[in-house]
């Protein structure tokens, strides 16, 4: 697997994002994720966003962080927010979100950011189990999701 740093808006992490996307509206009847993001969000030093490609260079994984500070959503200064960590559905139980999960904390640690936090949802066993297996615990809920039943947050110290 290589990682590259792309854009938000590159072709293939508008693909991957079309993806999950597509599997958000299947897990929740809801249209996907409706989370306001733009690709300055993800650049660098304020973000990140990452795609890992298989040997026929194939996009199979991707995950960003964007920082956010203290708002009325509910973050704190400096946090870094995971967002649209995805692995393709025939590329699932290898490792990859776990290695994508890392270097994306690796990056934000980097750039200075303190906690890595995030949103997913009840109906997300398998991130569910990722992202505690990888030390992350539960948080005050934040986000756009902050206020809806199936909304879990989690928080890891960097």
Known sequence: MIIRRVRFDHPDAVKLNDEVQA?????????????VLDAADFD??????LIAYDERDRPVATGGWRSQD?????NEDG????KRMYVVAEMRGRGLARRMLA???EDARMAGRVRMVLETGTKQP???ALY?????EPCAKFGYYRHHEDSLCYAKRL
């Open 44 to 49: 660098p030093p304020r973000g990140v966003y």
């Open 132 to 136: 505690t297996s990888s030390g992350y």
């Open 70 to 74: 203290r708002n009325e959503e509910g």
């Open 23 to 35: 599997e958000y509206h299947q897990r929740y009847g809801d249209g996907g994720d409706a989370t």
């Open 126 to 128: 398998e991130a569910i």
């Open 103 to 105: 270097a994306l904390e």
């Open 79 to 82: 946090d870094a927010e995971l």
